[in-house]
């Protein structure tokens, strides 16, 4: 029923940034974002374009982690922390976070 | 960056239902759910739990389209017209789409 195994977890991040669509401004963060998919237990890592009208969403991001450990190892790397505050927190206008496991 | 190609489009629905978690009719919803994973043009399908506490649904769903014209296919599919109107008008407290492509 899932590429998830048990035990994986899925992080996806739907947001939308405070620039102009197409600046240098909002290149430079999907830049930033995608360079998170670098650190160790990252899987899987996507950034994506949000297509549907029934959302104001324009970009996410996708990731998989092995298991929970991996995923606050995540949460808590100095490289990931440094992007929340000093990116995230200014040039995120509005997100949601959704997290998926197998459903058995 | 993504194992989305040009064209493609991965389509996701997170969603709480009204029935009791580990209910009879929860289960049966989501057996409903998992068939429209056999509706032809459907990829990728993925029935899932929800399970980041900074959000309220409790399950999703993920399937991946070839292209517009298969998700659309899907949309207009008979199995899938009765089911948004058989089940889920009655039995979805709460949802939201979100639909991605390759960023580029």
């Known amino acids: ?3 998830l195994t048990p035990g994986r977890i899925r992080h996806t991040v739907s947001f939308t940034l405070v620039h102009e669509p197409g600046s240098e401004q909002e290149r430079d963060f999907l830049a930033a974002q995608a360079a998170l998919g670098a650190i160790p237990g990252v899987e899987a890592y996507e950034l994506l374009r949000e297509v549907s009208p029934k959302n104001d969403f324009r970009f996410g991001c996708s990731m998989e982690f092995a ?5 606050q190892a995540y949460n808590e790397h100095p490289d990931h922390v440094a992007f929340v505050n000093d990116r995230w927190q200014a040039e995120v206008q509005d997100f949601l976070e959704i997290d998926y496991e ?3």
């Open 1 to 3: 029923m899932s590429t």
């Open 102 to 104: 197998p459903l058995d």
């Open 67 to 71: 298991d929970t450990a991996a995923y």
